[in-house]
């Protein structure tokens, strides 16, 4: 007999009053069970964290407030020191323990050192800029609830620094783990949401100081339009996503599917963290959050689940400034001028005296000297370069998040966004209980029309925005300035009625190309430049997925075990398309050798028999692939193909192996040469010399690189004389595949990749990682049912006072 909703709510409103002696016995009555030792809050704010398998905490509370407040305790308890590192940053405090010229994780900006990442924060705290916009109404700024949770995130997390002693040897003993503010939260939601604008530009807002004498730089466009195309690619590769959602016309029971496999950083203030955050009868949601937010980013809740992929919109533009020939620092706007708001940010630093820098600003934003290492805008003294970044007053991504959380379907997740327009750089893919499907690009961009840059563009930005997006308008016309939408919930970005979206396909899938294809049959055209392209080549990823999702889709009966074995495949699209022919040519080498990079002669006929056996998979004892992946990295992605890319099959284009360039024998002939230099047989499996040390035991790591297509995504670091690639930056991270079966609990698998705790001594340090290796699932525990008869059920009550 299934259990009544109502009859839920109660026992757990009940479990939340109830004292500690009247847990339920599977918690109570082990012996190392922690919730004896702990006791109900004498006041304040307070919790019941239940923990199941791995670590994961379903966290009950009766408001936001004490909902923000078991999940700052709960992460507290898994990262404290990431979490902790992460709000030394957005204090500006980075150079004061750590040494101003310390490198950063850039899990929070792009600046290279600690000192940059430093000056830029600190002047964001100087100015009070987090503080305005939590002053904000709504839904231009965070709603009340959004508040709360940010101030029970902080307490939660303040109180479990008071009630427990750090174990972990990153932060053990360390001076910089010290309490939080609810602004610290804030802060660090901000750094999030300018990560693909100024926080992209640290290094170059940091840097910008005016000219000390005349002087004159010109930029070549087709160069910089090169290397701003080639600076959002790459960001692309490192941080990516695949999602998909089926419609009820292509599964077992009508009812909807989706599968989330995001691509994120394994280490750093990047990672998610997973949850399920409870208030009987008000938010019931399950999935994973970024380390150091209160709300739940990737998820589903009983009636709808939802997954995000990295967009292709430019969260940015540049005006190029005409400068008054007699100041630097004055700025011509419709012929009159402007002066630069001049800040001085003073950082601490360890060991020396404090550093002082000036920034300057304008009425668009920071002036800024790059964007990254290779796109110098540099600040002469006729010209000068701002950039504007609407996310920088965007702090409303914890209610979008929250109106996720409380969706009943896609249509609630496509309002959410549309009520609040919350999402700096990421698109939303959704399915629901009732057979529904959503692809969004609901993300917070400058209002650049087409129009608009074709009427506003300098010289540099003719270049810039055909070939990368990136907009450069004439700073000197007032006219030039971003407008406004009248569905915008502020000036200068778009309204909702612009932005691609595609309802009740089939199918619906992303693979952080533009919304153009996100399903083949019905393409998305119409949109300005700013949010991607239209009739361009794809990923090899992207290729690779909607071949497979669109054969899923056609074959139909769909259940959640097919988006288990859509995420373990391991198919590598370019072994698909190349392994045979290149197995091929490799035979027919004269002598069976080729020539290397270094004119060396190398016996590569060994290869010809590995490279045709393969199975052209990426799991772990798949034999070639390692072999074909140090190939292929080496074979320049502009010379592999005869058949170039056509519009009318872009899935298909482009095809056919180059064979007889060159760059082919050279790339083959140094992966040969560089295996056997290590020692690394050609037909080793790729898990022997793919995997991860934990606990001192390696673990096999399937999936592969973005150049590969492979969908299980791993970008791993390569160390011939370590045995290979030996530790996984960023990748598949937090997987769901999650389906309805007419009952009242969603039938979900979840895992997070890396586990739960960046701590060595945790129990849950590593172990989903094994199971990653094993290409195994966690079943979801998302009913108080389900939760309470876990065999590792623990109950710990969670409060300000202990």
């Not at 006729?382 to 504007?388: E, I, P, R």
């Amino acid at each position: 007999m299934r259990t009544r909703p109502r009859r839920i709510v109660v026992a757990a409103v009940a479990l939340l009053t109830a004292a500690t002696g009247t847990l339920p016995a599977t918690a109570a009555d082990r012996p190392d069970d922690r919730s004896r030792k702990e006791h109900p809050s004498a006041g304040g704010l307070s919790a019941v964290v239940r923990y199941t398998e791995y670590g994961i905490p379903h966290i009950l509370a009766r408001d936001y407030a004490d909902l923000g407040f078991g999940t700052g305790w709960a992460q507290a308890a898994d990262q404290v020191c990431t979490v902790a590192d992460g709000f030394v940053t957005v204090r500006g405090e980075r150079s004061r323990y750590f040494g101003p010229d310390a490198a950063t994780d850039l899990s929070l900006s792009s600046a290279a050192k600690n000192l940059s990442s430093d000056l830029y924060f600190r002047g964001v705290r100087d100015t009070g800029t987090v503080e305005r916009l939590l002053a904000r109404p709504a839904p231009a700024g965070p709603s009340r609830t959004a508040k709360e949770l940010m101030r029970g995130y902080a307490a939660g997390y303040n109180a479990w620094l008071r009630q427990n002693r750090i174990t972990d040897p990153a932060c053990k003993g360390a001076a910089w783990v010290r309490p939080v503010t609810t602004l610290d939260v804030a802060a660090r939601g901000y750094a999030l949401a300018v990560l693909g604008g100024q926080g992209r530009a640290v290094d170059g807002i940091t840097a910008a100081q005016p000219p000390a004498a005349a002087s004159d730089a010109v930029l070549d466009p087709a160069r910089t339009a090169r290397a701003a195309a080639e600076l959002l690619a790459a960001d692309s590769a490192d941080m990516g996503s695949n999602a998909v959602a089926f419609g009820g016309a292509t599964t077992a029971n009508g009812r909807g599917l989706l599968l989330g496999n995001p691509h994120y950083p394994w280490q750093g203030g990047r990672r998610f963290w997973q949850s399920q955050q409870t208030i009987p009868g008000e938010l019931d949601v399950a999935g994973a959050s970024l380390l150091g937010t209160p709300t739940v980013s990737i998820g589903h809740n009983a009636h709808v689940a939802w997954s995000h992929t990295v967009a292709t919109g430019v969260p940015l533009n540049l005006h190029q400034l005409t400068l008054d020939p007699a100041d630097p620092t004055v700025y011509l706007v419709d012929g009159a001028p402007a002066r630069m708001t001049k800040r001085a940010v003073t950082v601490a630093v360890r060991g020396g005296t404090p550093v002082t820098r000036t920034q300057w600003w304008t009425r668009y934003g920071p002036v800024v000297t790059s964007l990254g290492s290779g796109l110098p805008l540099p600040w002469t003294s006729t010209t000068a370069y701002a950039l504007n970044d609407p996310n920088a007053t965007n702090l409303r991504s914890s209610d979008t998040a929250l109106g996720f959380g409380r969706a009943r379907g896609t249509s609630d997740v496509l309002g959410a966004l549309r009520r609040t327009q919350g999402l700096p750089w990421v698109n939303t893919i959704a399915a629901d209980s009732r057979g529904h499907t959503l692809f969004t690009q609901s993300q917070v961009l400058p209002r650049i029309t087409d129009e608009l840059a074709q009427r506003c563009s300098t010289p540099l930005g003719r270049a810039t925005y055909p070939a990368s997006g990136v907009a450069v308008l004439d700073g000197s016309r007032g006219d030039c300035a971003p407008g406004r939408d009248a569905d915008a919930v502020e000036p200068g970005i778009f309204g909702p009625a612009a932005l691609p979206t595609l309802r009740d396909a089939p199918y619906a899938e992303n693979s952080n190309d533009s919304a153009w294809l996100a399903n083949a049959d019905r393409p998305l055209t119409g949109y300005e430049r700013v949010f991607g392209t239209v009739g361009t080549a794809r990923s090899l990823r992207t290729r690779g997925a909607l071949e497979d999702v669109a054969a899923l889709a056609d074959r139909g009966a769909l259940t959640v075990r097919d988006l288990q074995r859509q995420q373990y495949a391991n198919r590598v699209p370019a072994a698909d398309l190349a392994a045979a022919d290149a197995a091929r040519a490799c035979d027919a080498l004269p002598g069976g050798t080729a020539t290397g990079s270094g004119g060396q002669a190398v016996d590569v006929s060994g290869a010809c028999g590995v490279l045709a056996a393969w199975d052209h998979k990426a799991d772990t004892g798949s034999r070639g692939a390692l072999l074909f992946d140090r190939f292929w990295r080496r074979f320049p992605a502009a010379r592999q193909w005869k058949v170039p890319f056509s519009a009318a099959d872009p899935v298909g284009t482009p095809r056919t192996l180059d064979t007889d360039a060159p760059a082919f024998t050279t790339a083959l002939a140094d992966a040969v040469a560089e295996l056997r230099a290590a020692g690394i047989p050609l037909d080793a499996p790729l898990g022997a010399h793919q995997f991860v040390v934990r606990g001192g035991a390696r673990l096999p790591v399937p999936g592969g690189t973005e150049s590969l297509g492979v969908w299980n995504k791993v970008e791993s670091v390569w160390d011939p004389a370590g045995g290979g690639y030996t530790e996984v930056t960023t990748g598949s991270s937090y997987l769901q595949a999650v389906g309805w079966d007419g009952g009242r609990c969603p039938v979900a698998r979840t895992l997070l990749t890396y586990s739960q705790s960046s701590d060595p001594g945790s129990r849950h340090y590593d172990d989903q990682t094994r199971l990653f290796s094993a290409e195994k699932w966690v079943t979801s525990r998302f009913c108080e049912k389900d939760i309470l008869s876990s065999p590792a059920l623990r109950v710990v009550r969670v409060g300000e006072y202990g």
